[in-house]
């Protein structure tokens, strides 16, 4: 399985940015979807889940701004961020692992995309 993210970059402070993360290969389910993020020297954080069903959960940093939403037809997981904050900046991650049980815990998503990177400025 591979995921392919895109839509970060360089957004004013209260701006918005989609990102997006398509899956591809040999699928046969994907569980949960989430997005991580990271900035240097520090650990890989949750972002946000969603479970295939639509459960979700945020950061909670992020609640009340960020958006997470999938397409189970296209494999594809979504991630809406709205009024951005300068903390905001970092790598982005999108994360998909298999299992009935509902995780949030980085450990446990075993397929990773490329990060793509939003900056957000002041």
């Known amino acids: 399985v591979q995921l392919q993210a895109c839509g970060g970059g360089l957004v004013q402070a209260g701006g918005s940015l989609r990102l997006s993360c398509a899956a591809s290969?040999?699928?046969?389910?994907?569980?949960?979807m989430g997005w991580y993020r990271q900035v240097p020297g520090k650990q890989r954080e949750l972002v946000a889940r969603?479970?295939?069903?639509?459960?979700?959960n945020y950061a909670d940093s992020v609640k009340g701004r960020f958006t997470i939403s999938r397409d189970n037809a296209k494999n594809t997981v979504y991630l809406q961020m709205n009024s951005l904050k300068p903390e905001d900046t970092a790598d982005y991650y999108c994360?998909?692992?298999?299992?009935?049980?509902?995780?949030?815990?980085?450990?446990?998503?075993?397929?990773w995309g490329h990060g793509t990177q939003v900056t957000v400025s002041s």
């Open positions: 994360a998909a692992r298999t299992g009935y049980i509902p995780s949030s815990y980085v450990n446990d998503y075993i397929y």
């Open positions: 290969g040999s699928i046969f389910r994907l569980d949960d």
């Open positions: 969603v479970s295939r069903s639509g459960s979700t």
